[in-house]
Structure formats: structure tokens, C-alpha cells
């Protein structure tokens, strides 16, 4: 039985979004050397399949390659989905997006240290950008719950 579209729409970018991890490390036997660290052997054939569509993306070899990469692209969009839902709580988001956002403007700002590329810089720039925004939203956010409580937040 074929799958609903939207389904299928859904587990081709699930596919789309693990193929570019394993992308963004580099050769697929890199990419096996992470995963087989996190979960032990695997088989290149699974692999293939799962790259192929043919086979559901483990999340445990997703939390392998994101940690590799540094790109949290399966993490982020679990958590959308969630607070759409109301299924996370603000405080954990607070806390792991202000991580995430800090650790992508840190690999960021490594990277364009010793860099004249405009591309590098660029990047640098947006990440620590969106690193403020997070915070000053974060800011808001402690703000509005001493309000609550009926204590005023020092500045």
C-alpha cells in the first residue's frame, strides 16, 4: 500500500535531510566511523537503503551525524513540531535552542578567525546574531516570569 503524499512528502525530507549529513561529513566511511562509535556495527547495505528512501532514518545514527556536523537540522525540526503541539515545555526550549544557537555561532566564529572569505564572515556574523536575538529573547522571556511571580527583574 502506497503511503499518503503528505507522508511521502514527509519521509523524502527526512531522507533529503540524512543524505545531506552524511554530505556534510565527508565520505560514507567517515560518516559509518560516527555512527558505528555511537551505536556499533552497521551495514553499508542499510545504508544504501535508507539513503535510497527504502529504509526509515534510525534517530540514533541521526544523533550520530548531527553531532559530527555540528547541524542540528533533525533536532531543530523535532522541536517545531513539538512546540506547535504545546508538547515542550518554554524552559527546555530556552535552554537547548540558546545552546544550539551558541554552539553554531562558536563553530562559526572558529572558522572565520583566521578568514578573509566573505562567505565565512558572513556566516560568523549571522550566527552571532542570531545568538543576541536568542538571548535578548530569552531576556524577555525570564522577565515576563519574575513579572509574573510579582518580582522585578534586575537589570
Known sequence: MRKPLHAQIYCDTLTDMFC??????????A???YIE??????SQGT??????????VPIAWV?????????YCFTRMRNRELQERGALDPQEVCHLSTLREA?????AQAAAEHSDDPEVLR???KETLDVRSK?????????????????????
Open 103 to 107: 554552539t553554531e555561532a562558536v563553530t
Open 123 to 125: 556566516r560568523a556574523l
Open 63 to 71: 544523533w550520530a551525524l548531527e553531532d559530527a556536523t555540528g547541524n
Open 31 to 33: 560518516a559509518a566511523g
Open 47 to 56: 545504508l544504501t537503503k535508507i539513503k535510497s528512501g527504502d529504509l526509515a
Open 135 to 155: 538571548c535578548d529573547s530569552d531576556v524577555a522571556f525570564y522577565q515576563a516570569k519574575l513579572a509574573a511571580l510579582g518580582i522585578e527583574a534586575a537589570q
Open 20 to 29: 545531506e549529513l552524511l554530505a556534510a561529513v565527508g565520505k560514507e566511511s
Open 37 to 42: 562509535a555511537r551505536v556499533g556495527p552497521i
